[in-house]
């Protein structure tokens, strides 16, 4: 079956409810967004939507959820002389999830098995007779529920959109005997659902006139913010996280308290080495003389810089095999994806820790000409390249 490609942009809002959960302060308030999309079982979407906006609030969830339909159909023809009583036939799905902005990607395999099937010895007359059998339509999955919670939310903050690649793919094998016809044909309906899951915050716009962050370097991020409206006994707490969940103090700063009420307040932050490849969440705590706190909006930076140097490939043109050089000195995980000049995708590879990957090309892909993706993982660099199978 062929994979067909798809570009799916969720513009639309689907709801906006509350729950009270005792981690936050706030009710926790989720925000959706959905699709639906429908294709013949073997397909490469892209689903593209907003990033978290971070002024709402801090985000402390990502959930991902897809209901699946799969709608099935088969014919099975014994090649047999004799007739063979048990024939089942199995059918099997796997979704498959992958983005930048996730650790490791996503995975779901579903089976289910159809028969027994007792067929005749073989007729010779194709697709008829009692050798033969024709089933469907058969709900394979009808609404399947696929969820996954996300922890690590610091790569979905942010004004900009956030892609996933969903890959799907249905095939079926039979079981009785290894001489005989399968044919099988898929329909199927994803839904497509992402819930950011946050906990609202008092912004200090009375307070914050001004809070940037900004990368100067690879190893030096400046942080300044100015305030309205100071007061005596106000105090001010620089905080940091990785995940988006946690936020830990790195710096505190007393009120200046200038007969103007307003400060400017500055500060270089040093990249460590365990903030390497990660986005950086910053926000400001505001302290009340009475020891009551606000907190500002929150601001990511992304502290991996890009190489800019594409992976080599050799030998291009291969024959019974291709490399990949991913580096000579850096291992990172890696997605490589073969495409057709078409862009349907015929095979997807799974490089972690690694320096080089290897393609085997007789095995894998005919005589012609493809389109390598590579996708850095760690640093959300991508790389297009072409390779010629001899």
Not at 302 to 330: C, D, G
Request: net charge positive; proline share 3%; aromatic share 12%.
């Amino acid at each position: 079956m062929k994979k067909l490609r798809r570009t799916v942009l969720l513009p639309v809002i689907l709801f906006l409810t509350h729950n009270s959960q005792a981690q936050c302060a706030n009710q926790l308030t989720t925000l959706s967004y959905d699709t639906t999309v429908n294709a013949l079982g073997n397909s490469l979407y892209n689903f593209t939507f907003p990033q978290f906006n971070p002024t709402l609030g801090t985000l402390t969830e990502v959930k991902i959820n897809s209901k699946v339909t799969l709608v099935y159909n088969f014919s099975l023809e014994n090649g047999e002389l004799n007739p063979v009583n048990n024939y089942r036939v199995k059918v099997f799905r796997d979704d498959e999830i992958s983005s930048t902005s996730l650790l490791s990607p996503l995975t779901n395999s579903y089976q289910r098995q159809y028969g027994f099937y007792a067929l005749a010895g073989s007729d010779g007359i194709p697709d008829s007779g009692p050798d033969f059998t024709q089933q469907g339509p058969l709900y394979v999955m009808n609404q399947q529920n696929i969820n996954y919670t996300l922890s690590n939310t610091a790569d979905f903050f942010g004004s900009g959109t956030v892609m996933f690649d969903y890959t799907t793919s249905t095939y079926s094998a039979a079981q009785g005997s290894i001489n005989n016809n399968l044919f099988g044909s898929a329909q199927d309906a994803v839904n497509f659902i992402i819930t950011y899951t946050y906990c609202p915050q008092i912004v200090l716009a009375a307070d914050i006139r001004s809070f940037t962050a900004n990368k100067l370097n690879d190893a030096t991020i400046d942080i300044k913010w100015i305030t309205q409206n100071e007061k005596n006994n106000q105090s001010y707490e620089l905080q940091k996280s990785t995940d988006g969940k946690s936020f830990g103090s790195i710096a505190q700063f007393a009120a200046k308290a200038s007969s103007t009420q307003t400060g400017s307040y500055s500060y270089s932050y040093t990249v460590q080495p365990t903030d390497n490849s990660k986005t950086l969440l910053f926000r400001i705590k505001q302290i009340e003389a009475d020891g009551s706190a606000r907190y500002s909006a929150v601001h990511a930076v992304r502290v991996t810089s890009k190489t800019n140097e594409q992976p080599k490939i050799y030998p291009n043109p291969a024959k019974t095999a291709t490399n990949l050089i991913f580096s000579n000195t850096k291992r990172n995980n890696w997605q490589v994806s073969v495409y057709s000049v078409n862009g349907l995708l015929l095979k997807r590879y799974y490089f972690n820790n690694a320096l080089t990957g290897k393609i085997n090309t007789a095995n894998d892909l005919e005589k012609g000409v493809y389109m390598v993706r590579s996708v850095n993982k760690t640093t959300q660099e991508e790389f297009v390249q072409q390779l010629i199978v001899q």
